[in-house]
T-cell receptor, first 112, second 113 residues
Framework: QQQVRQSPQSLTVWEGETAILNCSYENSAFDYFPWYQQFPGEGPALLIAIRSVSDKKEDGGFTIFFNKREKNLSLHIKDSQPGDSATYFCAASGNNNNRIFFGDGTQLVVKP | GPKVLQIPSHQIIDMGQMVTLNCDPVSNHLYFYWYKQILGQQMEFLVNFYNGKVMEKSKLFKDQFSVERPDGSYFTLKIQPTALEDSAVYFC???????????FGKGTRLTVV
């Protein structure tokens, strides 16, 4: 059973638009939700994370909106740039479980 | 920021041979992980390791896999014997604690021929 689901699988936006990446999860015990950004040939790098006690987290042009009741969250990338083109993974962990569960990723392309 | 180093970056090995993937985690981190990624897709959890022991492993962590970190040196993933389906990019990661930021290395691309 997939613990973390992401949509869409791929997303293309124009430079300057806001990209919205969606994520949902199964386990109510998850309390930590990091988003990772991965460029080809690189490892995933932490972009921004939120804990379940919050419903919003902003960092620069990146914002996470979190809905605990619905068990979903989204990553908004404001004023997207071509350099933001990458694969974005939503992940979840919690209950002092050291294991991070990853979604399948959303491949974002920002066209100039 | 903190870096996890993985050696080598690429490895080609004959099926049936043994391979050891090496990871130098962030120096004060206590938890260590291996993930497997095929074709840039989903990151599949293999195992996590703390205080010298495997804490949890997934179904992908076959009997041919083993991990260790002798005396605080490299955290290693050994596959013996290798199979064709072990071809993937293996990412090592480390964190200070549970539910804290996990840092990933750049991965080792393993090709089994």
């Amino acid at each position: 059973q997939q613990q973390v689901r992401q949509s869409p699988q791929s997303l293309t936006v124009w430079e300057g638009e806001t990209a919205i990446l969606n994520c949902s999860y199964e386990n109510s015990a998850f309390d930590y939700f990091p988003w990772y950004q991965q460029f080809p040939g690189e490892g995933p790098a932490l972009l921004i994370a939120i804990r379940s006690v919050s419903d919003k987290k902003e960092d620069g042009g990146f914002t996470i909106f979190f809905n605990k009741r619905e068990k979903n969250l989204s990553l908004h990338i404001k004023d997207s740039q071509p350099g933001d083109s990458a694969t974005y993974f939503c992940a979840a962990s919690g209950n002092n479980n050291n294991r991070i569960f990853f979604g399948d990723g959303t491949q974002l392309v920002v066209k100039p | 920021g903190p870096k996890v180093l993985q050696i080598p970056s690429h490895q080609i090995i004959d099926m049936g041979q043994m391979v050891t993937l090496n990871c130098d985690p962030v120096s004060n981190h206590l938890y260590f992980y291996w993930y497997k990624q095929i074709l840039g897709q989903q990151m599949e959890f293999l195992v996590n390791f703390y205080n010298g022991k495997v804490m949890e492993k997934s179904k992908l962590f076959k009997d041919q896999f083993s991990v260790e970190r002798p005396d605080g040196s490299y955290f290693t993933l050994k596959i013996q014997p290798t199979a064709l389906e072990d071809s993937a990019v293996y990412f090592c990661a480390s964190s200070l604690g549970g539910s804290t930021e996990v840092f990933f290395g750049k991965g080792t691309r393993l090709t089994v021929v």
